[in-house]
Structure formats: structure tokens, C-alpha cells
């Protein structure tokens, strides 16, 4: 297991518009001027957070895919982000990790915000993934996910970074600023939460604050307000010294019987 280095993108995104936001990331992401092993990309990153699925859906052999796939091999890096994917009659948001291999994992967000009404539109997923990369086992999560601690839990350590991607608005942004490192010092992994600024189609702001958590619950770099393109470097000596300095997840509870 050697470190890892992630990328993460806190940009605004164009309303309901995929042709303007591919053309942006691809602008972007051809701007990153270092090696990365993984890149970062928000919730719903080619849409924003419609519930217009009937008009913004793809099928996973669509072109936000293909685009997804072709960026991961130019990079040779893993990309990873969440869109619209209509299968089977049925619409998810999907979270779509892209490996330069060609090799696809996918995650359907389990927590549907209601709030916004995404339950009525969308279908929940109900299982996890863990993606492995660079010796490292990482767990993506979807937004409002973040707000459900035993969907996150780490039992047994079975990963080690978990990344919740988002379109959080600026009124909660307290909520966000506070669970991220709450699942990071549970859970004893580095954390990673990537958000979008500025304003959406139906009026609503995100301030961003974007960040990673190191296992302890410490701010490794935190950015409101501004669109940024951020690399860091993950220890995996920070990671597994600490747990073993300090073995708290040998006394965890049990999955409880919930299967996961």
C-alpha cells in the first residue's frame, strides 16, 4: 500500500447543460499539472441536481460514460462522479467510477433527498461498493448519504479513504462541516468531500467546502466559496499508525445484523 494521491474539483456547474459542463471538466482536468492517481468529480456533475431525468437520462453506454472512460485513459488516472443513468425503466443517480483500464464500477445513491422530492424520481440503491486503487480500499457515498453513519460504517476496517460527493447547499453547510469529520474520526479513514459553488437553476447556493479529513478528524485542507482544483497526498503511515496507536475499531460494534 503505497500513498495516494487525490484530486478534487469544486467548480460550479452550467443548469441542465452536459455539452458546457463536459467542456469544462475537460478544460479542468487537462489542467492538472501533476500525477493523481484519483480524480474527483461533484454529485450529478454534468447536470447539477435536476429531477428533469426523463430529459437528462443516459444509458450506460451513453456518451457522459464514454466521455468518463476516454478522460480516465488520457489521464491514466481513476475518475469518479455521479449523472442521471435511466436502466430498465427506472432512474438512478449513479455514481460511475471510471478506471483507465476501461473497467466501470458503479454505486446508486442509497439516501434519496426527499426534500427535493429525488424519491419520487429516482430509485435508491441498496448496496456498497469498495474500489481498490494503489493498495488503498475506498468506499464512495452520494450527498445526503453522508447524514446516515451506519451505511458509512467501517467495520473492520474495510476501507481506508471514503468520499462523499455532493451538491450540499450553503444553508446546511454547518451540517456538512461537521458530519464529514464525524465519519472520518468513527470510522478512522482519511475522508474526502467534494461540493459545487455558486448558484443552480432553481436558485439555490453552495458555498463548496470542499475538504479532506485526515483519521484523527483533522482538516487537511478545506476551501469555501471559491471554484479550486485541489491534489493531496494520503499517508498511508498517518492512516494505519493511528490505528494502531489507538485501536478503537477493534471494539466497534457489529453490523448489527444488517448484512454490510
Same mark, same amino acid.
Not at 478522460?71 to 425503466?89: M, P, T
Given at each position: 500500500?503505497?500513498? $495516494?494521491?487525490?484530486?478534487? *474539483? &469544486?467548480?460550479?456547474?452550467?443548469?441542465?447543460?452536459?455539452?458546457?459542463?463536459?467542456?469544462?471538466?475537460?478544460?479542468?482536468?487537462?489542467?492538472?499539472?501533476e500525477?493523481?492517481?484519483?480524480?474527483? $468529480?461533484?454529485?450529478?456533475?454534468?447536470?447539477? =441536481?435536476?429531477?428533469?431525468?426523463?430529459?437528462?437520462?443516459?444509458?450506460?453506454?451513453?456518451?457522459?460514460?464514454?466521455?468518463? $472512460?476516454?478522460?480516465?485513459?488520457?489521464?491514466?488516472?481513476?475518475?469518479?462522479?455521479?449523472?442521471?443513468?435511466?436502466?430498465?425503466? !427506472?432512474? =438512478?443517480?449513479?455514481?460511475?467510477?471510471?478506471?483507465?483500464s /476501461? +473497467?466501470? #464500477?458503479?454505486? +446508486?445513491?442509497?439516501?434519496?433527498?426527499? =426534500? %427535493?422530492?429525488?424519491?419520487?424520481?429516482?430509485?435508491?440503491?441498496?448496496?456498497?461498493?469498495?474500489?481498490?486503487l494503489c493498495?488503498?480500499?475506498?468506499?464512495? #457515498?452520494?450527498?445526503?448519504d453522508?447524514? *446516515?453513519?451506519?451505511?458509512?460504517?467501517? =467495520?473492520?476496517? &474495510?476501507?481506508?479513504?471514503?468520499?462523499?460527493?455532493?451538491?450540499?447547499?450553503?444553508?446546511? %453547510?454547518?451540517?456538512?462541516n461537521?458530519?464529514?469529520?464525524?465519519?472520518?474520526?468513527?470510522?478512522?479513514? #482519511?475522508?474526502?468531500?467534494?461540493?459545487?459553488?455558486?448558484? +443552480?437553476?432553481?436558485?439555490?447556493?453552495? @458555498? /463548496?467546502?470542499?475538504?479532506?479529513? +485526515?483519521?484523527?478528524?483533522?482538516?487537511? #485542507?478545506?476551501?469555501?466559496?471559491?471554484?479550486?482544483?485541489?491534489?493531496?497526498?494520503? @499517508?498511508? @503511515?498517518v $492512516?494505519?499508525?493511528? !490505528?494502531?496507536?489507538?485501536?478503537?475499531?477493534?471494539?466497534?460494534?457489529?453490523?448489527?445484523?444488517?448484512?454490510?
Amino acid at each position: 500500500m503505497q500513498n $495516494l494521491k487525490i484530486t478534487l *474539483f &469544486q467548480t460550479k456547474l452550467a443548469w441542465e447543460d452536459k455539452k458546457k459542463n463536459l467542456a469544462m471538466f475537460d478544460e479542468k482536468i487537462d489542467k492538472i499539472d501533476e500525477k493523481t492517481n484519483l480524480i474527483i $468529480l461533484p454529485e450529478m456533475f454534468s447536470t447539477g =441536481f435536476s429531477m428533469n431525468a426523463e430529459k437528462l437520462a443516459e444509458e450506460m453506454e451513453g456518451p457522459t460514460i464514454s466521455w468518463l $472512460l476516454q478522460k480516465s485513459k488520457q489521464r491514466n488516472a481513476d475518475i469518479v462522479g455521479s449523472l442521471i443513468i435511466r436502466e430498465n425503466g !427506472r432512474f =438512478f443517480n449513479r455514481l460511475v467510477w471510471a478506471k483507465p483500464s /476501461g +473497467d466501470l #464500477f458503479t454505486y +446508486d445513491k442509497k439516501h434519496l433527498f426527499r =426534500f %427535493a422530492g429525488e424519491e419520487k424520481v429516482f430509485s435508491a440503491g441498496d448496496t456498497n461498493i469498495i474500489v481498490e486503487l494503489c493498495g488503498w480500499k475506498i468506499r464512495p #457515498f452520494i450527498c445526503y448519504d453522508l447524514r *446516515f453513519p451506519l451505511w458509512t460504517r467501517n =467495520f473492520n476496517n &474495510q476501507y481506508d479513504l471514503a468520499i462523499f460527493i455532493a451538491n450540499w447547499p450553503e444553508k446546511r %453547510a454547518a451540517h456538512w462541516n461537521a458530519l464529514l469529520p464525524a465519519r472520518a474520526i468513527e470510522n478512522q479513514c #482519511f475522508v474526502a468531500g467534494v461540493n459545487i459553488v455558486g448558484k +443552480d437553476g432553481k436558485g439555490i447556493t453552495y @458555498s /463548496g467546502d470542499s475538504c479532506i479529513i +485526515d483519521p484523527v478528524g483533522k482538516f487537511l #485542507f478545506h476551501k469555501n466559496s471559491m471554484e479550486i482544483i485541489h491534489t493531496a497526498d494520503l @499517508s498511508r @503511515s498517518v $492512516l494505519w499508525g493511528y !490505528r494502531k496507536a489507538f485501536p478503537a475499531w477493534m471494539d466497534a460494534d457489529s453490523n448489527l445484523g444488517h448484512g454490510f
